[in-house]
DNA sequence: GTCGTTATTGATAACGATTTTCATTTTCAA
DNA sequence: TTGAAAATGAAAATCGTTATCAATAACGAC
């Protein structure tokens, strides 16, 4: 069923913070895993509700947030409007990537080439600001804004 | 009056848009050069309505709409529920800087240290995308997420 | 300067994502 | 097994943002 009983890696995590092990959480986790998309809530909670018709879009919410405060789960905004979802280390699931955002359309490419590069400079970054702040860092997010070639035709701006 | 007649070089980037130079357009490109802050479009409307009591909350988010696709303004979004904007190159305002975010008490801090290695690996990349993706690249953002010391602290996760 | 076209504006209503409330159910340690 | 505390879900409430539409203002042509 659904993979329970195997990645039990989350489920130590959640005990070591006390919190507890629910159907919910479990479907919520499984759905992340096996999904490539960025996914709303919204997504989330209709892939949820038809696996167990008892999940409600409030703890679908509620989850999400849990998760992405545990750095389970990144959170986006691609502005339009609602947050999208993303489990943080797929482990056999998607390569770590990053954003390229059309202001114009708000589409989304996805890109992972020249991540090495960025290895090496995000590490040294993180290293500097971690120690500097005194801040944990568990995650980090690189985005590039612009036009895409379709819209920079029907240009108006 | 509040800087009118200076800056005009987005008045010029407007004409050539086809965009009118109005009072509103005015007023929140002056309140944006004055602060140095992240504002949200209610912090904008707050002071243009001071300003001139006439101007609109919708003609605030059109306004800061129009120039974030201009690539005048960045939108971002801290995961507080509302955006927030600022001026892209504010000449003799704020820094380039990118942002520290902590997923628990949401705060943000500005870091502008250690942009020199930044500025090399942000252009290569940035070269390289444009290229691959056709895509014209106007501006780019760095975010790092974690817990500051404060919330590491009081922890339950 | 006047005029007319057309973009822009603002009040209000509508929208929709997210959060709050609270009574009920479930988890899990004792 | 049991009970305290955490988690849940349905519904209502919130609140940021967008759409509507009649009134207004900008600015090129004259």
């Keep these: 069923m659904r993979g329970r009983g195997r ?14 092990i629910t159907a919910p959480r479990e479907v919520v986790l499984d759905i992340l895993h ?9 997504d989330v909670y209709v892939k949820a509700h038809a696996i167990n018709p008892s999940i409600g879009l409030t703890t679908v919410y509620r ?6 405060q545990m750095g389970i789960v ?17 482990p056999g699931g ?11 359309c ?3 490419i996805d890109y992972t080439e020249f991540i090495d590069e960025e290895v090496e400079f995000i590490e040294k970054t ?3 600001l971690s120690k500097k702040y005194d801040f944990t860092i568990t995650d980090h997010a690189i985005s590039f804004f612009g036009q895409c070639a379709k819209c920079r035709e029907g240009v108006s701006f």
């Design 63 to 68: 989850t999400l947030d849990m998760l992405t």
């Design 34 to 42: 096996e999904t490539e998309e960025h996914m709303s809530a919204a």
């Design 74 to 90: 990144q959170k986006f905004d691609f502005g339009d409007g609602k947050a999208r979802f993303e489990l943080v280390n797929n």
């Design 106 to 108: 708000k589409a989304i």
């Design 126 to 128: 993180q290293r500097k």
């Design 7 to 20: 990645g039990a890696w989350w489920q130590e995590r959640f005990q070591n913070a006390g919190a507890r």
């Design 94 to 104: 998607k390569k770590h990537h990053h954003h390229l955002i059309c202001l114009k």
